[in-house]
């Protein structure tokens, strides 16, 4: 997904633009991924770097939404409806009152509320919630809806997509990247851009240096599926062990574990159990829901969990990767700033701290990433 929008807009600017994925476009963690827009809520302490990219990329959401929906004449279902997290017991309560004051102190707009508030905004909330975060500027978008509509908009720009093309190699010409080798064939570019999320370190042609320390990090997610017309939720919620994304259709997202276990993409009984369980905690309404579907994804995790944004030791080649749980947040943020480094060869500053020289290439990121398919 961060390759289709760079790719929008470089063709946008009026470059030839080629998009390769190694299956359906955009079937990444974009697909898997639940599109929360969640600076307030996700960002964890000794993440304050992150966290003003993550707060730009945040403010740029409803004009990229906009611009994004008029230039494919596609919905992008994105709700600006805000964000809730609960506490279920005293001890959540403390975690939450620690986490209300940190990103207060970083400058994010939350506010506590009590159990009462919390379930007037949703009044299917277990009644026993002893205090609650509003967080009324995360907000959530359909990044499967996103994701088809970047394509649309990049090939109506002009942009080449190649679906099951998967790029084996960066071809090397005089000391930079001269193209990409697909299908045994080298197809030649002026610059090449690195966006194969947790697939980033697998492909081919370069030295370790010029390898990302990307891993895999395993999100199993289910969709359970409410009536649209009576939904048990309105809000994104986070609760205990799980998130919960409601949908204008009536689907309801509930994510996501945290695995290090490589490429295994293995649905589990301990998986599903755990998220059901704790939404359950949370909403117990659920109980009823018919279950739609049930799915895994990949993160693509960094040695820090940041993103790896900008130019690296080979001229030519470009990333965009890494971006961890943040890369439907990062989207327009990674679209704009990339390709415009792209087009100049000048560093916005603030990707400066997201480039891939923070890392000592001589350190693999971790077994799971030699475990790649
Ligand atoms: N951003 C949600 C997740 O990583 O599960």
């Not at 080298?186 to 194969?196: E, F, K």
Request: aromatic share 6%; hydrophobic share 45%; charged share 20%.
């Amino acid at each position: 997904m961060c390759g289709l929008g760079i790719g929008w807009r470089l063709a946008q600017a009026g470059c030839r633009v080629d998009i390769f994925d190694k299956g359906a476009i955009g079937r990444g963690a974009s697909h898997a991924a639940a599109g929360m827009l969640a600076t307030g809520v996700e960002t964890e302490p000794g993440e304050l770097a992150l966290l003003q990219l993550n707060l730009r990329s945040q403010r740029a959401w409803p004009a990229f939404a906009g611009e994004v929906e008029a230039a494919s004449g596609r919905d992008i279902g994105y709700r600006g409806d805000g964000t809730l997290v609960i506490a279920l017991t005293r001890d959540d309560e403390r975690h939450l009152r620690f986490l209300h004051d940190f990103h207060r102190g970083a400058g994010v707009d939350v506010a506590l509320i009590g159990g009462g508030e919390a379930r007037q905004r949703e009044p299917y909330l277990n009644p026993r919630i002893p205090a609650a975060v509003w967080s009324p500027n995360d907000h959530q978008v359909d990044n499967r809806a996103l994701t088809a509509a970047l394509a649309e908009a990049a090939a109506r720009a002009g942009a080449r997509l190649h679906p099951d093309s998967a790029v084996e190699a960066v071809g090397i010409g005089d000391s930079r990247a001269a193209g990409v080798v697909v299908a045994g064939e080298t197809v030649p570019a002026d610059a090449v851009v690195l966006a194969a999320g947790a697939w980033s370190r697998t492909v081919g042609g370069l030295e370790p240096a010029a390898l990302p320390p990307v891993r895999p990090v395993k999100g199993q997610m289910l969709a359970l599926q409410m009536d649209p017309d009576a939904p048990l939720l309105c809000h994104v919620l986070w609760a205990p062990g799980v998130y919960l994304v409601p949908r204008r259709d009536g689907r309801l997202l509930i994510g996501a574990t945290v695995e290090e276990k490589g490429f295994d993409d293995t649905i589990t009984a301990g998986g599903q159990y755990a998220l059901l369980d704790a939404a359950w905690r949370a909403l117990p309404g659920i109980e009823e829901l018919p279950i739609a579907e049930t799915w895994v994804g990949f993160r693509p995790g960094s040695r820090d969990d940041a993103p790896i944004l900008g130019p690296g030791p080979v001229d030519g080649l470009v990333y965009a990767t890494g971006h961890h749980r943040n890369g439907i947040l990062l989207a327009p943020v990674t679209a704009d700033l990339v390709s415009r480094f792209v087009l100049t060869g000048a560093l916005d500053p603030a990707l400066a701290p997201f480039t891939l020289a923070r890392f000592d290439p001589a350190v693999e990121p971790g077994p799971a990433a030699l475990a790649a398919e």
